[in-house]
């Protein structure tokens, strides 16, 4: 079922203030990290599959000792989750050949916020190409606050009574304020300390500690999605300790206002739905071909707003139109336009609801605090939170609310960001950074990935795929040759390159 805490968690989602950034001299202070992770083979986890236990072997499990808050070491530590393939490890056919021609160290950054880092090594692999499984060793984590990383724990019942992004009145600004309190106390008791310091500039200090632990002078990093905020802190920060940097499905975390944030979440969220439109006025496989789609879109919103639509996971209860807009945008993330196709085409047949979602007891995770932490997005009363919605109507025919418009509402009345979003310093990197972006993705917009490009200047180049869905280096040969070969050999691609769109229903 659709429990409306989930909406936040897998978002690109109530603190204390976190100090700020340490001083050169602080840093040289701080507890060294330990010399090594004890490694050890990755073991079946409840909750894994058949399928997911026989991708383990070759993977390494570890933690590494890390300070809560990396600018006061002395006030306590917790344990780092990461995992590793070496190279050549893999099991595949071409796996074990390339350990005598080892690049190095490559570190994946997971996105979300929230994304398992672990997991991608324990069993994500596919995402990696055989090259670079025989090249490098992959190393990953569960960011702090994530998972296996004293993960944010919070009670699942104040969290299914999440309000709706879709505020109406002042009544319904203020009782979204006070749940923000209420949900932060109550998350910061079930998780500790750590809560107080979940900000991207932590992470990268953990991100340099585990370097530390492996004993490497530098490493190649690849961010996806929101990991691409922590590469582009991490190499700002050491750039003589990055060698190649990959940023594939850009967040841009320059300066920006939250109506700037929200008309460029929109955007690309309605530029996705349009193409979908387009696939299906073409395709009569489509089981929407030949209808008018915006209409029908217009008349599933209108019953989702008289909660007369059913959940399509769990059809007896209803869904609202910010969870109907949801769904509809993560299906573009692959994109799955025929699935999508399908599922209004059903819903648009189906009877209403006849009960609400049962309560759900004891405690859940949820990791989409770190977007508050890392965002600033004020919005001073209802009034101006009425302007956004306006404004998000008028100019967007379809997706009129963004998934990223609950990271509004979510940090609405909460402490300043400790990492605010700002325009970024000169990165100094001795090989410019590899931007990669779909030119259709709903979630990181490619604007925004040309405002990085931008910002990088003569330390990035961007290379465009010309199609769809959210992360690219998966989605056609050329461009995984592309990352490939600038991650082993730093060849670095022209400006302007661009790979041809493959399509997503062949």
């Given at each position: 079922m659709f429990r409306r805490t989930t909406w936040g968690v897998v978002l690109i989602a109530a603190t204390a203030m976190v100090a700020p950034p340490a001083t050169a001299s602080a840093e040289q202070t701080a507890p060294?990290?330990?010399?090594?992770?004890?490694?050890?083979?990755?073991?079946?986890?409840?909750?894994?599959?058949?399928?997911?236990?026989?991708?383990?072997?070759?993977?390494?499990?570890?933690?590494?000792t890390v300070p809560i808050d990396w600018n006061k070491p002395g006030d306590g530590t917790f344990e780092l989750a990461v995992a590793r393939r070496k190279a050549g490890s893999?099991?595949?056919?071409?796996?074990?050949?390339?350990?005598?021609?080892?690049?190095?160290?490559?570190?994946?950054?997971?996105?979300?916020?929230?994304?398992?880092?672990?997991?991608?090594?324990?069993?994500?692999?596919?995402?990696?190409?055989?090259q670079l499984e025989d090249r490098f060793d992959?190393?990953?984590?569960?960011?702090?606050?994530?998972?296996?990383?004293?993960?944010?724990?919070?009670?699942?019942?104040?969290?299914?009574?999440?309000?709706?992004?879709?505020?109406?009145?002042?009544?319904?600004?203020?009782?979204?304020?006070?749940?923000?309190?209420?949900?932060?106390?109550?998350?910061?008791?079930?998780?500790?300390?750590?809560?107080?310091?979940?900000?991207?500039?932590?992470?990268?200090?953990?991100?340099?500690?585990?370097?530390?632990?492996?004993?490497?002078?530098?490493?190649?990093?690849?961010?996806?999605?929101?990991?691409?905020?922590?590469?582009?802190?991490y190499a700002q920060r050491y750039p003589q300790r990055t060698r190649a940097l990959v940023l594939e499905s850009v967040f841009d975390h320059s300066s920006a206002t939250t109506g700037e944030f929200l008309d460029a979440q929109a955007w690309a969220g309605q530029d996705s739905f349009d193409e979908f439109v387009k696939w299906c006025t073409t395709a009569t496989t489509c089981a929407l071909h030949g209808q008018d789609i915006h209409a029908l879109?217009?008349?599933?919103?209108?019953?989702?707003?008289?909660?007369?639509?059913?959940?399509?996971?769990h059809p007896s209860s209803p869904i609202t139109p910010y969870q109907l807009s949801f769904v509809t945008f993560r299906t573009f993330y692959g994109p799955d336009w025929a699935k999508l196709a399908d599922l209004l085409a059903t819903l648009d047949k189906s009877p209403p609801p006849t009960e609400q979602p049962p309560v759900p007891t004891?405690?859940?995770?949820?990791?989409?605090?770190?977007?508050?932490?890392?965002?600033?997005?004020?919005?001073?009363?209802?009034?101006?939170?009425?302007?956004?919605?306006?404004?998000l109507a008028r100019d967007n025919e379809d997706l009129r609310y963004p998934g990223q418009l609950l990271a509004v509402s979510t940090c609405l009345g909460l402490p300043k960001a400790p990492n605010p979003q700002r325009d970024p310093k000169?990165?100094?990197?001795?090989?410019?950074?590899?931007?990669?972006?779909?030119?259709?993705?709903?979630?990181?917009?490619?604007?925004?990935?040309?405002?990085?490009?931008?910002?990088?200047?003569?330390?990035?180049?961007?290379?465009?795929y010309r199609g769809w869905g959210h992360g690219s280096y998966t989605s056609s040969p050329c461009m995984e040759a592309t990352v490939d070969d600038y991650l082993v050999a730093l060849d670095v691609p022209r400006r302007g390159t661009s790979c041809a769109a493959v399509d997503p229903t062949s």
């Open positions: 060294k990290p330990q010399p090594s992770i004890a490694w050890a083979d990755c073991k079946p986890e409840p909750g894994d599959t058949p399928e997911e236990i026989a991708l383990l072997p070759g993977s390494g499990c570890g933690t590494l893999s099991s595949g056919p071409a796996g074990g050949r390339g350990v005598d021609q080892r690049v190095g160290v490559l570190v994946f950054g997971p996105g979300g916020p929230g994304d398992s880092g672990v997991d991608r090594i324990r069993t994500g692999m596919s995402r990696f190409s055989q992959i190393v990953s984590f569960d960011p702090r606050g994530v998972a296996r990383s004293n993960a944010v724990m919070c009670s699942a019942a104040l969290l299914a009574r999440q309000p709706s992004p879709i505020l109406e009145n002042h009544s319904d600004f203020d009782a979204t304020i006070k749940y923000n309190h209420e949900l932060a106390t109550d998350c910061r008791k079930n998780t500790g300390p750590v809560y107080d310091h979940l900000d991207t500039l932590q992470t990268v200090r953990d991100v340099d500690a585990i370097r530390a632990a492996l004993g490497e002078q530098r490493i190649s990093f690849h961010g996806s999605s929101y990991g691409t905020l922590l590469g582009q802190q879109w217009d008349r599933l919103l209108a019953r989702a707003d008289r909660g007369e639509l059913p959940d399509p996971q004891g405690l859940t995770s949820f990791a989409f605090v770190t977007f508050c932490r890392d965002f600033s997005l004020p919005v001073r009363n209802y009034g101006e939170y009425a302007e956004h919605l306006r404004r000169a990165y100094d990197l001795r090989t410019p950074a590899l931007l990669i972006n779909s030119l259709h993705d709903p979630a990181t917009g490619y604007n925004g990935a040309r405002s990085v490009a931008r910002q990088l200047g003569r330390d990035g180049v961007l290379v465009t």
